[in-house]
């Protein structure tokens, strides 16, 4: 298979308050590199302050990186050019409720990206909001609902919908099942992996829940304070776990794979 | 003995459109020096319940219960002024978010300091200063932080989120409670600082006898710390026993569907297959079915399932279901099944 995403040599630092001549740097992320193919996903766990987030920000092009390159089927993705990058990396956050503008109604949100990004007329536009609406595991006359009508799931299922309008190549979940049911998790674990399968998606998980990652994932990056400890074939990595911070993430969470 | 015995509790809630059953007839005990487990999802009332517990409901909220002791004493024929007396002595609480529990403005020792009783301080009045800081300091080393100076002269948005936690949990000890309940206490923490929570608590449990009501909505989380556990599900309750039988033999098909999607307790599972799932989401309070509000969601529903069914007791092992899964035997199963076939045809003779 092909490589989809190959991110090179990505640093990121940011200046902090200091004097003249003493100018301080934090260097949020050391330099970083990782392939995904298509329908694969790719695992980043850490603690809080590892830089999970910051990455997932520099590939969406909400931050730019300091240093280093990222190539989307081989072409080199420029940091200005967010028209382009849009259309192939979406991203989902972890609290659905708060992402959904309150005073659009659904139609109107999966809008935006559609009258922004393509040409389609009205009509196509409405066609399209309906399937993907339906491919999503909601009813095509939701759209003329507002987001506060819909339960905690299924918000999170319109945040996917906005995701996958697009077309993309590659979605980011930022903690996307974190704050979920345990119930509607699953559900929406299960649909994830569809789509995966039928659109041919590659994810990029940022979790702590190990047991989602082994499920979920095929690769796993451990991160801590802005570097790569470990990385492999998720379940590689938790028989035999070399490194300390992984160590003790499974220690934290009683959780052992014979 | 039971240190809390509720039987039937219900409550209900004021609304235009007349009132609605938020928590039905829900049992709950607990025993001396246990650490029960209280899981439901988002909406399934036991957040509520706790509240219902130690009486800080709002006015709008009508609390019912057919038996609600505690050791012995009823509650329920106590006056508000001795009931809250009685409660705020033995049970403490501790809640979500810690961040927005501590008051923001103050200092955390001045908070500690306030939640000391002076009649644990023995000595003449001018002794009393110095005897309270000690109590502080004593409480901060009881829940674990060692750096006690610099905790107590911070304010709560200068320490980190599990530290808050930890002086919610000491300002909690500091009446010397007999009951603890925690109301998801590690909701929003990372894994390692959820470990080191569950921890204290399950010290405090070992070392102190207290006992605990942990809430959670996640059963696989709380099944290495609870030793028994009571599920509830849209404000009805559903199942109830030890750990082990909660998670190795489910009998309501709710609970079963809770472990069944668990990642973590299906480990034998290949990766990326899918997950058992119950269809639909959580009834919300203004459109709740009749009789089991599991029934439209449950893959077991038959007609009766309209009417609420009442709790049934396998060897300490209580379900309220018309159709649990058994465990038993298939062999043993029939007999049974013949046994009540018998008699029914004797009394049609």
Known sequence: ?258 | MNLLDIRNLSIELDTPNGRVLAVDRVSLSIKEGEVRGLVGESGSGKSLLAQAIIGVLEDKWHVHADRFHWRGIDLLRLTIDERRALLCRDIAMIFQEPMSCLDPTTLIGEQLSEAIDSKQLSGYFWQRKKQRKEAVIKLLHKVGIKKHSQCISSYPHQLTEAICQRVMIAIALAGRPILLIADEPTATMESTNQGQIYRLLANLNQLKNMSILLISHDLENLTHWTSTITVMYSGQFVEAGTTEQIFNKPMHPYTRALVDSSTKANLQLPTKSRLMTLPGSIPILQHLPIGCRLGPRCPRAQQTCVSAPKVSNFHGHKVSCHFPILHESPRKESKKHKAVKHKTVKGNN
């Open chain 1, 1 to 258: 298979m092909s490589v989809l995403l190959d991110v090179k040599d990505i640093t990121k630092s940011f200046k902090l308050k200091g004097h003249w001549y003493h100018k301080r740097k934090f260097n949020a992320l050391a330099p970083i590199s990782f392939a995904i193919e298509a329908k694969k996903t790719l695992a980043i766990v850490g603690e809080t302050g590892s830089g999970k987030s910051t990455l997932a920000k520099i590939l969406v092009g909400a931050e730019k990186p300091t240093s280093g390159k990222i190539y989307l089927n081989g072409q080199l993705l420029q940091n200005q050019r967010f028209k382009e990058r849009c259309q192939h990396i979406r991203m989902i956050f972890q609290d659905s409720g708060t992402t959904l503008n309150p005073s659009l109604t659904i139609q109107e949100l999966l809008d935006e990206p559609l009258t922004l990004n393509t040409d389609l007329d009205e009509k196509q536009r409405r066609q399209l909001i309906r399937t993907t609406l339906q491919k999503v595991g909601l009813l095509g006359d939701h759209m003329n609902f507002y987001p506060h009508m819909f339960s905690g799931g299924q918000k999170q299922r319109i945040s996917l919908a906005r995701a996958i309008i697009l077309q993309p190549q590659v979605i980011i979940l930022d903690e996307a099942l974190a704050a979920l049911d345990p119930s509607l998790r699953s559900q929406m674990i299960n649909l994830l992996l569809d789509l995966q399968q039928q659109m041919g998606l590659a994810y990029i998980l940022i979790s702590h829940n190990l047991g989602i990652v082994r499920h979920f994932s095929d690769d796993v990056m451990v991160m801590s304070h802005g570097e790569v400890v470990e990385s492999g074939k998720t379940l590689e990595v938790m028989r035999n776990p070399q490194h300390k911070v992984t160590q003790k993430l499974m220690m934290s969470q009683n959780f052992q794979i014979k």
